[in-house]
């Protein structure tokens, strides 16, 4: 499957962004679908799951702020950002796993949080 990510942006704090997933392929809803970041200097971090069943995952830092979701029937999986902060800022990536690996990856979204 191959990954296309968009909605990256600049924005200040306390600003919203919306990032969204393509996915090719017609087996979209067997994947996993994750959203890492990476900021600069940083390692990758996870920041939320969609699994395949619906169920979500968001990591502590973005909890409450960061609203993870899917859309089968469009292959998309969305990241909705809330309140952003200036840690926030970082390339996004989608990505995607049957099993236990992310082995596929979208190429990365910029977000630019100011103050």
């Known amino acids: 499957v191959q990954l296309q990510a968009s909605g990256g942006g600049s924005v200040q704090a306390g600003g919203s962004l919306r990032l969204s997933c393509v996915a090719s392929?017609?087996?979209?809803?067997?994947?996993?679908m994750g959203w890492f970041r990476q900021a600069p200097g940083k390692e990758r971090e996870l920041v939320a799951i969609a699994n395949s069943s619906g169920s979500i995952y968001a990591a502590d830092p973005v909890k409450g702020r960061f609203t993870v979701s899917r859309d089968n029937a469009k292959n998309s999986v969305y990241l909705q950002m809330n309140s952003l902060k200036l840690e926030d800022t970082a390339v996004y990536y989608c990505?995607?796993?049957?099993?236990?690996?992310?082995?596929?990856w979208g190429q990365g979204t910029l977000v630019t949080v100011s103050s």
């Open positions: 392929g017609r087996t979209f809803s067997r994947y996993i």
């Open positions: 990505a995607a796993r049957r099993y236990d690996t992310y082995e596929h």
